[in-house]
């Protein structure tokens, strides 16, 4: 089976897209400050925003292990179950952080101003599926499973700061 991280750094458009909108960067791997899950699970930066934030792997595995998220303003939430999950919600919603409630209402909403600026969005979206060989959800689908994870995510995701040994605040709500 083929690397979905090899896939990203062969195909220029589909990294572009991840990019921006995506904001999500390979080449941004380390984190802001020194953090550890609260069960001693391994934690693996692989990619980057631009404001800082990070996305780890949690666990021991490949690509299949779940994807947490931190901010640089000390909240964390895991967001997918695999990088092919991850990447379906980066290509259908690269809006996530706009829709706190998950709700399709709130996913309309940012859609448009990203459609506003990049009326080309959907295209480009669809040859970054198609070069990465995946298949995409719905934008209610891909909301309904962030929810689904991150509202489910028990105490082994739990990110802590490690200098303090304090844990980041929940993404959403709490």
Sequence with gaps: MSSLITAITDHPEAADFLSWPGDFDLERDE?????HLASGAALEGFAGDGAGGSFFFCGDGGEERPILYADSEGRAALLAIGLPELLRLLLVAPWW?????????????SAAGYLEDMPDL???????????????????AVLAR????????????????????????PYFGD
Aim: proline share 7%; glycine share 6%; charged share 30%.
């Design 122 to 140: 959907s295209a480009r979206r669809d040859r970054a599926a198609a070069a990465l060989g995946l298949e995409l959800p719905t934008e209610e």
């Design 31 to 35: 984190h802001v400050e020194e953090v």
């Design 146 to 169: 962030l929810r689904e994870v991150c509202t489910g995510a028990g105490e082994e995701f739990v990110l802590l700061f490690t200098p303090e040994n304090s844990p980041y605040e």
């Design 97 to 109: 952080r706009d829709c706190p409630g998950f709700s399709a209402a709130e996913s309309a909403e």
